[in-house]
């Protein structure tokens, strides 16, 4: 079974970020940042592909096509296209895909990019990476995800009343 973790650098330290990837062998992190900066350092697109590879980590840059910020419909080919690159790359190694942001449930990860994959391919297992170093199901979790970071060609699967009761939570 192919498996797609996602994981968000969070205010980590690079020790600590290594750790969590390397626990769920992890061993090609795809950069879905819009724009890879960050006020941590080490966490600069140009650092984090030194520290990727100073750990025997592979790094691919997809933000362009994949980030939260970045334009593409869901159903374009182009996102498309990029999407079954990740899904390739998992099918022979541990693949995460990688925001910023620690908690999922505020981040594009598992508004866009999960959700993507519980629609188009349901066999693929998608696992986010908590801050802790737990996972979680991504597809069990993706009524928690806030409305602010729900792609918009999935509105139809979240109703009125699911987003009200999921918002008070």
């Known amino acids: 079974m192919v498996k797609v973790y996602t994981v968000g650098h ?6 600590k970020f290594v750790g969590l990837l390397k626990q769920h ?5 795809i950069d879905v940042r819009s724009k890879p900066h960050s006020r941590m350092p080490w966490f600069q697109r140009d650092r984090l592909l030194k520290l990727m590879e100073e750990s025997e980590i592979g790094y691919k840059y997809g933000g362009m096509v994949l980030g939260g910020m970045c334009g593409h419909l869901v159903g374009s080919p182009l996102f498309i296209s990029k999407m079954e690159t ?7 190694q541990g693949v995460a895909l990688m925001c910023a942001e620690g908690k ?3 981040c594009h990860r598992a508004g866009k990019l999960t959700a993507f994959l519980h629609r188009n391919h349901p066999k693929v297992e998608t ?11 991504a597809k069990e979790f993706e009524p928690k995800v806030n409305v602010n970071v729900r792609w918009k060609e999935y509105a139809p699967n979240w109703t009125p009343d699911l987003l009200a009761t999921l918002d008070k939570k």
């Not at 969070?10 to 020790?15: I, K, L, M, V």
């Not at 990740?86 to 022979?92: D, K, Q, W």
């Not at 696992?127 to 199901?137: K, Y």
């Open 86 to 92: 990740v899904l390739e790359l998992a099918a022979g």
């Open 127 to 137: 696992r986010h990476i908590l801050t802790s170093g737990e996972t979680i199901s």
């Open 25 to 29: 062998g992890i061993t090609m992190l």
């Open 104 to 106: 999922p449930n505020e």
């Open 10 to 15: 969070s205010n980590h330290g690079p020790e």
